[in-house]
């Protein structure tokens, strides 16, 4: 028992609360209670800190017990994702998953594994694929150890390369090995390893054919001199000219129409300006097309090729290429880029427009911290002639600025020639493409240099090109090499993108963007509202600006109802006001719509509408009627709304929305709810203005056909975070508790106080959820019905119609058309006149109905 109440108050306190999901949750599955394990790991993955590969591969694991295969896979992926040497991981893939999903494990487990009977499994899969020969290297101390199975008479051979030469050791099959069974061959070798000044490679080889490959980079000590030894190779085209001062230089592996993109985009950005040459770097590609169209452009006079005779990967490329450019300063730009004109002599004029400037980037779609109009987002790659829009209101309205970062970003990097001779190049203690140029960066601050952004420069990149499926793994891998070389980035990080010193760079450009381009303007202030507000201006058949305002009116955000310009125009009120106001006037809005009346300042409205353009009200909940938009001023519900009158609450805030409503203005509703809670409130003059607005068919969603109840968990959802919306919530299930003390309740998203609705007992809060997963997250619960726990008015609502479309069980709801709008039969419209106690009531008997 003393175990148990200790267990309990763990999971209550905020402080221990995650790491005690996690402990409760592997208790209940040792123990085989499979629903208090999944609802107990199903939360640690909802909530913060940010749940890990391993938060997932619990999830999956009892997931796939409680026979939900599709959902445990799910999460295997997303383990993957955030882990991809994540051994647990990967072998459950590798027992669940598809042909392709066991193919990729496989290969990560012959890599990682030591379990030789998980091995053989994994050999006998890759060997139905057509796998003939497989091994590992792994290092261990001052040796290397590892296995190979392979099949006919080539030999088996450990090549150890470096500097000072190569040397092999031959490995013989041996008919006790473990995996012997598996193939013709099999065989495990032991090497001595000692540690060196210099890089090496080591191959496990069968012939000439590599099975496996590790590279050992020299100590970081010895790491910058080790890039002087690189190889020249060689140069195509004229000999360099010592008068140029910049030279940009461009590794290029694979996919052809990016590169050939790029090129022609970089060729006419550099036409005419003998101060800068360009470096290609052929990485031994493998298409044809790639090597002929080098050929071709290195006939140029400012262009030299460098032809790799075997693949170096990026950071071998990059160095290679950085020993042939002695002097003057470089760019480093990715092979699927797209350069405006004039940019390197822009990115040159702010990397010496201070003395300690080290490295310089550009502006991007695609660029972590330099992305735009997402930041930190891989946005997609406009077109060419967008992309020279884009820079060119870049260079006009942020001409001079630089923004200091912790690190530059190497899809486009400018190094000053100080700098580059300061820290060496880029180092080959990363795994190929990601990160290595954080290194350098970071490597730069030590040494006394800035890393900045030139937010008058604007770069478009594709990105992942070369390695696209990969790349999250790179990074993953990468990330944990850096930490340990740079303890201090993660934090560093985070605080950058907490403060985000672009933003205002950003919203300087998408201040010009939208200028003159007549859109509606959406205005609904914080909560449940902006979801309708936002799901509406999507569904807009013109484009469509959202005018978000904060809680208490202090900000208001200016955004794209999707993920196009803008998203970083933030205006603080009153203090903005005027500059607001000539953003949203000089974008010309054709149209206004109301969609929070409750929230939003009256003035502010009739600013807007006295510049001419339309007015309408879209009624997303009680505002239009109510000054509460629902509620009195003690955060009882509205009586008036019940009843059908007038509403008095808070009257002396000034004219009702309906005055300011013109012979042309429409009030809008975004499904039949909406619509017959109108009629029945309207003055008789205004009910022949309502419009059905916000799906195609113009229906309210439809009920699944088939509606049963699939379990023993009373759900309740919960919409909006008010005080009221929480004490309705908890008083539900307060009087469910009392009612059936053995009742379970799983709470379906995040509530005002998640741990104090758990204290009740029998109770599950899931945590934060989204639209998308509503369904699949009711059915992982096995519930039996659910509670759509919101009491105020709320019509349109995303995770109300994904309820009723998506979720499979009996629903109760409160019925704001007051009877006017059918129910599945199995379902159970609450009148909104009930309190608690009735509410409740009503829940028991529908409770006991079978369906």
Not at 112 to 134: C, F, I, N, P, S
Not at 343 to 362: C, K, Q
Not at 568 to 578: E, I
Request: contains cysteine; proline residues 6%.
């Amino acid at each position: 028992m003393g175990a148990v109440l200790e267990r309990t108050a763990a999971l209550l306190d905020p402080e221990q609360h995650p790491a005690a999901l996690e402990r409760a949750a592997i208790a209940s599955l040792d123990r085989g209670e499979l629903e208090e394990a999944f609802h107990l790991a199903d939360r640690r993955c909802r909530i913060l800190p940010v749940a890990q590969a391993r938060h997932y591969t619990l999830r999956a694991e009892i997931a796939h017990r409680c026979g939900f295969p599709a959902a445990a896979l799910k999460d295997i992926s997303k383990a993957l994702e955030l882990a991809p040497d994540d051994l647990a991981a990967n072998r459950r893939l590798m027992q669940w998953g598809d042909v392709e999903n066991r193919t990729a494990a496989a290969r990560r487990l012959i890599e990682l594994d030591r379990d030789m009977a998980l091995l053989g499994e994994a050999v006998t899969h890759l060997q139905g694929q057509g796998e003939t020969a497989l091994g590992a290297i792994h290092r261990v101390g001052d040796g290397l150890t590892g296995w190979a199975v392979w099949q006919g008479r080539g030999q088996m051979s450990l090549r150890i390369e470096a500097d000072a030469g190569a040397v092999s050791h031959s490995i013989k099959s041996d008919p006790q090995h473990a995996l012997a069974a598996k193939a013709e061959h099999a065989a495990s070798f032991s090497v001595v390893f000692p540690p060196s000044t210099t890089r090496r490679v080591v191959s496990l080889k069968l012939g000439r054919r590599a099975l496996a490959r590790s590279a050992f980079p020299a100590p970081l000590a010895t790491s910058r001199a080790a890039h002087g030894a690189i190889a020249k190779g060689n140069l195509i085209g004229r000999t360099r000219s010592p008068a140029a001062d910049i030279t940009i230089i461009v590794p290029i592996y694979d996919d052809f129409e990016a590169t050939r993109r790029c090129l022609e985009c970089l060729m006419q950005a550099v036409h005419d300006h003998d101060r800068i040459m360009v470096v290609l770097v052929d990485d031994a590609t493998p298409d044809e097309r790639i090597a002929a169209l080098l050929d071709s452009v290195a006939t140029a006079p400012n262009v030299h090729l460098i032809r790799n005779s075997h693949n170096l990967g990026f950071i071998g490329a990059v160095n290679r290429a950085l020993h042939a450019t002695p002097c003057g300063d470089v760019i480093l730009l990715n092979a699927d880029t797209v350069v405006p004109k004039g940019f390197a002599l822009r990115l040159n004029e702010a990397a010496y427009s201070a003395p300690d400037i080290g490295t310089v980037t550009p502006l991007s779609n695609n660029g972590e911290a330099t992305s735009l109009p997402l930041a930190f987002t891989a946005n997609p790659l406009p077109p060419i002639e967008r992309v020279a829009h884009l820079d060119a209101i870049a260079a006009r309205v942020n001409a001079g600025r630089v923004v200091d970062m912790p690190d530059g970003i190497g899809f486009c990097l400018y190094i000053t020639r100080q700098c580059l001779d300061a820290v060496g190049g880029l180092s080959d203690h990363y795994h190929r493409g990601y990160l290595e140029d954080v290194d350098l960066c970071l490597r730069a601050r030590q040494h006394g240099f800035r890393n900045v952004c030139a937010p008058s420069v604007y770069v478009g990149h594709a990105g992942s090109a070369s390695f696209r499926a990969e790349k999250r793994a790179l990074v993953v891998l990468n990330l944990a090499r850096l930490r340990l070389r740079f303890p201090d980035y993660r934090s560093e990080s985070a605080t950058f993108k907490a403060l985000d010193p672009l933003k205002s760079s950003r919203g300087a450009i998408e201040r010009e963007l939208i200028a003159g381009q007549p859109r509606t303007i959406v205005l609904s202030g914080p909560g449940a509202a902006a979801d309708v507000a936002k799901q509406f201006a999507g569904c807009a058949t013109e484009p469509a600006l959202l005018a978000l305002f904060n809680k208490n009116g202090t900000t208001l955000a200016l955004r794209d109802a999707g993920d196009d310009f803008p998203q970083s125009l933030d205006f603080k009120l009153p203090a903005d006001q005027a500059a607001l106001t000539e953003t949203i006037i000089a974008s010309g809005p054709s149209r206004v719509v109301l969609a929070d009346p409750a929230n939003i300042p009256a003035a502010f409205v009739r600013d807007l509408i006295d510049g001419s353009a339309a007015f309408d009200v879209l009624v997303t909940d009680g505002g239009l009627l109510c000054r509460g938009g629902g509620f009195d001023e003690k955060g009882r519900l509205c009586p008036e709304l019940l009843s059908g009158e007038t509403c008095n609450c808070r009257s002396n805030t000034g004219e009702s929305w309906l005055d300011l409503l013109s012979r042309e203005s429409c009030i809008l509703a975004p499904d039949m709810a909406a619509e017959a809670f109108l009629r029945r409130h309207l003055p008789s003059d205004l009910v022949h203005r309502v419009r059905l607005v916000g799906r195609s068919d113009n229906r309210s969603p439809t009920r699944p056909k088939a509606v049963a109840s699939r379990g023993t968990a009373l759900g309740l959802l919960p919409i909006g975070h008010g005080t009221g919306d929480f004490a309705f919530l908890r008083d539900v299930v307060r009087c469910v508790r009392q009612r059936r003390p053995d009742a379970r309740i799983v709470v379906l998203g995040e509530t005002l106080d998640d741990l104090a609705l758990m204290a009740l007992g029998g109770v599950t809060v899931t945590g934060r959820l989204s639209v998308d997963e509503l369904g699949g997250v009711a059915a992982l619960h096995r519930l039996d019905r659910l509670l759509i726990a919101r009491r105020a008015p709320l019509f349109g609502h995303p995770m109300i119609e994904a309820a009723l479309s998506e979720v499979g069980v009996p629903l109760a709801f409160f019925d704001w058309s007051f009877g006017n709008i059918g129910a599945h039969e199995a379902d159970l419209p609450l009148a909104p006149t009930n309190d608690v106690a009735a509410t409740a009531e009503d829940l028991f008997g529908w409770m006991a109905s079978p369906w």
